[in-house]
C-alpha cells in the first residue's frame, strides 16, 4: 500500500507542478501580449502628438498672421480718420440726431476696448430728446 500511495502523491504532485507550469506559461503569453499593445499603443500616440505638434504651429503661424492683419486694418481706420475732411457746416446733423450719434459712438468704442461703460442708456431717452 505504501507503494500505492507514493504513486497517488507523485501523480497529484505532478498534476498540480502542470497546472502551474500551465499558468505561468499562460501568464507571460498574457505579459507579452499586453507588452505589445502597450508598445503599439504608445507608437501611434507619438504619431499623433507629431501631428498635434504641426497643428499647433500652423496655428500659432496663423494666429500671428491675423494679429498683423487686424493691427495693420486699425492703423488704416485710425489714419483714414485722423486725415478725414472736415464737413461742410450746410450738412450738418441737427442736434438731437448728432447726440444720438454720438452717444452709439461712444457705446461702440467702450465695447470695442473691452471695458464695461457704466451708463445705461434707452431708445425712449434718445428718442425723447428729438422731440
Not at 501611434?44 to 491675423?66: F, H, N, P, T, W
Not at 464737413?87 to 441737427?94: E, F, G, K, T
Not at 452717444?103 to 461703460?117: C, F, Q, R, T, Y
Amino acid at each position: 500500500m505504501s507503494n500505492l500511495a507514493v504513486t497517488i502523491g507523485i501523480i497529484v504532485a505532478a498534476f498540480f507542478l502542470g497546472c502551474l507550469n500551465g499558468y505561468s506559461i499562460r501568464d507571460g503569453a498574457a505579459k507579452a501580449s499586453a507588452s505589445k499593445a502597450y508598445k503599439a499603443a504608445e507608437d501611434q500616440r507619438i504619431k499623433m502628438q507629431g501631428k498635434i505638434d504641426l497643428l499647433s504651429a500652423q496655428y500659432e503661424e496663423e494666429k500671428k498672421r491675423v494679429a498683423s492683419v487686424n493691427l495693420q486694418r486699425t492703423n488704416t481706420i485710425k489714419e483714414y480718420y485722423l486725415n478725414a475732411p472736415a464737413v461742410d457746416p450746410r450738412c450738418a446733423l441737427s442736434v438731437p440726431m448728432y447726440s444720438l450719434l454720438a452717444n452709439h459712438v461712444a457705446d461702440a468704442n467702450v465695447a470695442a476696448s473691452g471695458e464695461p461703460s457704466g451708463v445705461v442708456r434707452s431708445a425712449s431717452s434718445a428718442t425723447a430728446s428729438s422731440h
